[in-house]
């Protein structure tokens, strides 16, 4: 509770204390076991107390004793009692007789009857079936007797009917003349039928059949009024036990034992019987009947004549009964498998027990209270009863003005502790368990473990419940006297006659804000009223619904707070309500680096101690071994942000406040697991592109972005793994333009990139058709189908020629290849109808001259089909030589040369060096078969030019001259000059590439001498 209050508080006054002469005081005195007060000790030290305990020990005694004490017995149970006849009959008295008397009311039924611990059966005739008093023998039966279709005296047990021919022989004496041979006989239940009989034959019949033996025997009688004399006990004593001993009023059995050393062993059995007891009054129904209700056995034992003594109940005390017996009658499912009413109970008390006594039982049964007050029955339930009336301070009565004019101020007293050998936080109840057969049973002790963690010890009380044979109810019981144990407070305060109507264990609201009480709720536990200064003196008790509630925890502090009011050390930590790390709350630091930060965020305090000049402390630990760090903030802030955490660390975070005077607890702690610099960027979003122009945008731009990666697939594919890519390094900003491009149907894809490595989760994307690409000169160009389609041997699979192209072969698989996904797209069929192979497609090597080097190289594919994947290597000097850093022979076991190179996506366009190229061609096994239609590889040399005016022509030749350092000539054009040789046109002889020249002709294709010629040559 958040504020303890000084024991006693007595309200000070100027005015001289007068005593004031109570003319008539109406005081209620509460009777509880609930609270283990002394004077419960001190009663229960008490022989009649302690003479009734006994009794519910010996339930299972029986006495043997004409006058034994008769006994009250309400409820279930099963108990022995009062030998009260016993006699032997018969035969040599073989024959025990013995009348047992279970209680001194009328009870509603026996359920079950016991011979020791072993609950026995009978028939209908009143014999013991269950073994070892009754059970089956078997007999032997003969007869010799000439009819051929007889009835047997008992029926056979089957298989042990013989019938046999009997001849006279001497007097009573027969022989067998068939020997051991059987007669043939037909048996329908006992009638036997011989087959075919001899006239004058006599025949044997030998069998056994089941003769049932029962030694004991047990009739009952349930103590009605108006009950009758036991006919039977008339039969076996005639002249002793007569019509007139009818035992009205007392339930009795009769029983009779057989001598038989197999049943007896060991003598007599001990008798006992689970009976339902009385029939109780119900003033709900007007109905007489058994009940368990613990009220309904209150009202009973106040009207009983050997206890309470009542005559008659008043309309009132009715009321409060039937609310409390509806209360007990509320179903609940104590363990989940069986729904029973809240609170039952069961009674055997000796006439001659203290009422109070039985009451007592009966209350705490129900977890409540009772008391007199007034000449009137007041009794209360262990449930949560609704407040019934609001008083403040308005109401108080603590100034009383005196006939001579002085002023007596009455003090309130408040008392908010118990002594600790008052205190309990462990219960051991002992009841008379319904399951095990209601004997009285040790439970196992009821143990409020935050309890004993509070009070430094166990504080254990053994708690007798001779009224409870239900251990839940016996443990909801126990959790409901250490819960309002935690609740200890009570008040004594007087207030005005507006309080007046209030009863005993009434339950009321009270606002006194000078305790810090605002509707605080209180029960009723004294009423005193006095006429002279007309007020009333209430000694209350705090509690609260959660006292009452089945299988509510224990608080050490009980769940009633004392006083509303704020104490300067009990301040409360704050509710920390998020932790976020991430790209958000990343920081860029001065230096251009990237710091992974934390914001612990929490609800904003209220406490004025904590915002004015207060300060909320954070502290935080790397898992598993990490050391706790310190972070403040001023006590007004919501929120902090510390860096020094690594990216994936999983974090530990808690905080407490502080005020100048002292420090809170610390919060519940919460772990976290940091994510900083492991967040992806955002996705590309808007990507387009406009001529070769690439645009896009981003939802924001976080502290970490590093920049962007393109990567394209001819035809529309979205895989971006195998994408191949569009560039070298990052892509800084948008636009851009790329400086090589494929051509065709391409499908170009965009991802962010950050600092850490991170890529966005998903790509942005445009498909279009890109045309052939930009090629500014002739080049040297190889068209493979124009070739014949040269392949690499050993390379190929999956196709054939057909038609003059590479085309798939069919493949007939349910599954594709390894790299395609199992399932096609929605609207596609699960079985596809035919499929084809995946096919690979392997140029020669192409060998491309220093001179071509930095030239531009573009690769144009046509394709049928899914999944193009287009793929080169270096299978020239470029793969022969390794890395710079690497040796140039291998190890002795090499090779020389070493194989090609790795295989690297087509991107579109390269710059090529003095190397062999080669390329793949791969397309996707599937529904859509695959086929190339075209493949041009160009290659857009640095252009060489040269121009020469008017070179002199011989007639055997001449040779072109020229400066630049051509490599390949691949175009010359000459222009003939006005001239006199009669040349009218020239020719060019290109047989040595590098050496061309040119000779003039004549009409008649004479070389001449004397013509020039303008002459242009193209290459590189």
């Keep these: ?354 009422p109070k006594d039985v009451l007592d039982d009966l209350q705490q049964a129900m977890g409540g209270e009772w008391a007199f007050a007034g000449a009137e029955f007041l009794v209360r339930p262990g449930v949560y009863q609704a407040p019934v009336m609001h008083l403040t301070e308005d109401d108080l009565a603590v100034e009383q003005q005196e006939a001579d004019g002085t002023v007596t101020r009455i003090p309130i007293t408040i008392s908010t502790h118990r002594p600790r050998n008052q205190k309990i936080n462990s219960v051991a109840p002992r009841i008379c368990d319904q399951a095990a057969n209601y004997i009285e049973t040790p439970l196992d002790p009821i143990r409020a473990d935050a309890l004993i963690a509070a009070d430094g010890a166990e504080l254990s009380q053994e708690l007798p419940m001779p ?18 144990s935690r609740d200890p407070m009570t008040a004594r305060i007087p207030f005005k006659m507006r309080a007046y109507p209030l009863e005993l264990f009434d339950s009321i609201t009270l606002t006194l804000p000078d305790y810090g009480w605002s509707s605080k709720e209180f029960r009723i536990l004294e009423r005193e009223f006095s006429p002279e200064g007309m007020f009333v003196t209430l000694t209350l008790k705090e509690t609260t619904a959660a006292i009452f509630a089945y299988g509510a925890p224990f608080l050490p502090q009980g769940y009633a707070d004392n006083t509303g009011l704020p104490r300067p050390w009990d301040i409360r930590p704050p509710t920390i309500t998020s932790i976020s790390s991430g790209e958000d709350e990343l920081i860029l630091g001065s230096d251009g680096s990237i710091l992974t930060a934390v914001r612990v965020s929490w609800a904003a305090i209220q406490d004025a101690s904590i915002l004015s000049g207060g300060k909320v402390e954070v502290q935080w630990l790397v898992l598993p071994n990490g050391a706790w760090h310190t972070e403040t903030a001023p006590g007004d802030s919501t929120e902090l942000k510390f860096t020094g955490v690594e990216d994936s660390s999983v974090i530990v975070v808690r905080a407490r406040t502080y005020n100048s005077l002292a420090s809170s607890a610390w919060s519940a702690q919460i772990y976290h697991q940091v994510i900083g610099k492991t967040a992806p960027p955002p996705n590309i979003e808007n990507l387009s592109i406009a001529g070769y122009t690439l645009s896009w945008s981003l939802a924001r731009r976080p502290v970490d972005l590093a920049g962007f990666v393109f990567r394209f697939h001819y035809g529309n594919n979205l895989d971006w793994n195998s994408a191949a890519p569009l560039h070298e390094g990052l892509i800084l900003s948008s636009p851009w333009t790329p400086d090589t491009r494929p051509g065709g149907v391409v499908t170009i894809m965009g991802k962010a990139r950050d600092t850490s490595g991170n890529w966005s989760l998903a790509t942005g994307n445009v498909a279009l058709n890109l045309g052939d690409p930009p090629i500014a000169n002739i080049i040297e160009q190889w068209d493979f189908a124009a070739l014949g389609w040269p392949a690499e041997v050993g390379m190929q699979s999956g196709w054939s020629l057909v038609g003059g192209d590479p085309t798939a072969d069919d493949l007939d698989s349910f599954y594709g290849t390894d790299d395609q996904s199992f399932y096609g797209v929605e609207t596609e069929s699960f079985y596809k109808l035919s499929s084809y192979s995946q096919m690979v497609y392997v140029t020669e090597l192409i060998s491309l001259n220093s001179a071509l080097a930095g030239s531009i190289m573009t690769l144009v594919a046509q394709t049928e089909g899914i999944d193009v994947h287009i793929d080169y290597r270096l299978a020239g000097p470029g793969s022969f030589y390794g890395p710079d850093t690497g040796s140039f022979y291998g190890a002795d076991d090499e090779s020389f040369y070493l194989a090609p190179g790795a295989w690297m996506p087509w991107p579109g366009q390269i710059v090529v060096d003095n190397d062999a190229y080669q390329f793949r061609v791969t397309i996707g096994a599937g529904s859509t078969q695959g086929k190339i239609t075209g493949l041009v590889l160009t290659v857009d040399a640095p252009d060489l030019e040269e121009q020469i005016a008017d070179l002199a022509i011989n007639a055997a030749g001449t040779a072109i001259p020229y400066t630049k350092s051509f490599t390949s000539i691949k175009t010359i054009q000459a222009s003939l000059q006005a001239n006199v040789s009669g040349a009218v046109t020239v020719e060019l002889n290109k047989s040595l590439p590098l050496a061309p020249s040119i000779k003039a002709f004549t009409a008649a294709h004479t070389a001449v001498s004397g013509a020039t010629a303008d002459i242009t040559l193209k290459g590189y």
């Design 1 to 354: 509770m958040p504020q303890a209050i000084v024991g006693v508080i007595g309200l000070a006054t100027g005015a001289t204390v007068s005593t004031a002469v109570t003319v008539a005081v109406y005081a209620a005195t509460l009777i509880t076991t609930l609270v283990m007060s002394g004077a419960q000790k001190r009663k229960a030290e008490r022989k009649q107390r302690a003479d009734y305990e006994a009794s519910v020990v010996d339930r299972m005694v029986n006495v043997a004793s004409p006058t034994a004490t008769r006994e009250l017995v309400m409820g279930r149970t099963r108990k022995g009692g009062a030998v009260y006849f016993q006699t032997s009959v018969a035969p040599h008295n073989a024959v025990y007789v013995a009348c047992l008397a279970l209680a001194g009311n009328e009870i509603a039924a026996v359920e079950r009857i016991y011979f020791n611990e072993t609950p026995i059966d009978l028939d209908g005739d009143g014999n013991v079936t269950t073994a070892p008093w009754g059970r089956y023998n078997k007999i032997t039966v003969k007869e010799t007797d000439g009819h051929p279709v007889r009835t047997l005296a008992h029926t056979p047990i089957p298989g042990t009917l013989s019938v046999l021919r009997a001849v006279p022989f001497g007097s009573g004496d027969y022989f067998f003349p068939n020997g051991a041979s059987n007669v043939a006989f037909s048996l329908v239940g006992s009638t036997l039928n011989i087959t075919d009989p001899v006239p004058g034959d006599e025949y044997t019949v030998t069998y056994q059949w089941e003769q049932f033996l029962s030694t004991a025997r047990v009739f009952v009688h349930l103590g009605s009024p108006d009950q009758v004399s036991d006919p039977r006990m008339q039969l076996l004593l005639p002249g002793i036990w007569t019509a007139d001993h009818r035992a009205r009023g007392v339930p009795y059995i009769e029983c009779e034992f057989v001598y038989d050393e197999t049943s007896f062993p060991n003598g007599l059995p001990n008798i006992t019987a689970q009976i339902a007891g009385a029939k109780i009054y119900d003033p709900r129904t007007g109905l007489t009947a058994f009940t368990e209700n613990p009220a309904l056995m209150m009202r009973h034992v106040l009207m009983h004549p050997q206890f309470g003594k009542r005559t008659s109940l008043t309309a009132a005390e009715d009321a409060r009964i039937i609310a409390v017996a509806n209360a007990c009658d509320v179903p609940i499912n104590y363990t989940g498998a069986e729904v029973v009413p809240t609170f039952r109970a069961t009674v055997v008390a000796p006439f001659g027990t203290p």
């Design 467 to 484: 009224a409870v044979f239900y251990a839940p109810q016996a443990r909801h019981i126990a959790g409901i006297l250490i819960r309002d």
